[in-house]
């Protein structure tokens, strides 16, 4: 499934939860994935583990620690993408560090991806300045390459961020890190009518999407869709001694956001 039928086919606003691959392991994982996917995820972004994570907060540096000492690789991470390919044709999006890619080799990692199901990706460290080796690789695999957009984003930066992009924008809702937040600020409403008034793609937002409050303002100003990974990375690292409740729980506040975002 492409993110344009994705889109085509969600109800209202598209509920993307994000989680990191092996977080807290390899089987866990998954069946935190297989929940979220029961729980009626419109798509999944999920993030391969990395020591230094600089736009990430402390939930999800948190989940970064647990897969990395659990053991988990960037090859380990593709695998796992393979096994969720076995139950879900949703899409699946990568959130990662350009280092991992660059270790790897750009068309290598791109070819890996295409391979396991990847849909999208997503480096959070690289400008469209410095893409075009991995928007090759994209085109070439048939992959979305995704970029972010900041508050900061200004109009002659966001004509050409969307020249490059396909399938979707990613809003950055806050300055700073990943992280729950309590409120939705007035500028992230500005921020999806501005970006939606000058680009054709759909707009999905994070950092800092935690409550169905949130999820519905966001829909009715406009967003496609919300993402939503530390309010459920906090979920996973609350019951760690208790794996069936950390599903549970995962599962009710999934269908909670995803209800929060339909148009009835």
Known sequence: ????????????????????????????????IRTLVDAGADALEVGFPFSDPIADGTSVQGADLRALRAGMTTEKCFQLIERVREFTSIPIGLLVYYNLIYRMGVDEFYRRAAEAGVTGILAADLPPEEASDALRAAEKYDIDQIFIVAPTTGSERLKRISEVSSGFHYLVSVMGVTGARSRVEDATIELIKRVKAEGSLPVMVGFGVSRPEHVRMLRDAGADGVIVGSAIIDVISGNLGDRELMLQRIHEMAGTLKAAGGSG
Do not use: K
């Open 1 to 32: 499934m492409s993110y344009a039928e994705m889109f085509r086919g969600a109800d209202g606003c598209a509920f993307v939860p994000f989680v990191v691959a092996g977080d807290p392991d390899m089987e866990t994982s998954l069946e935190i």
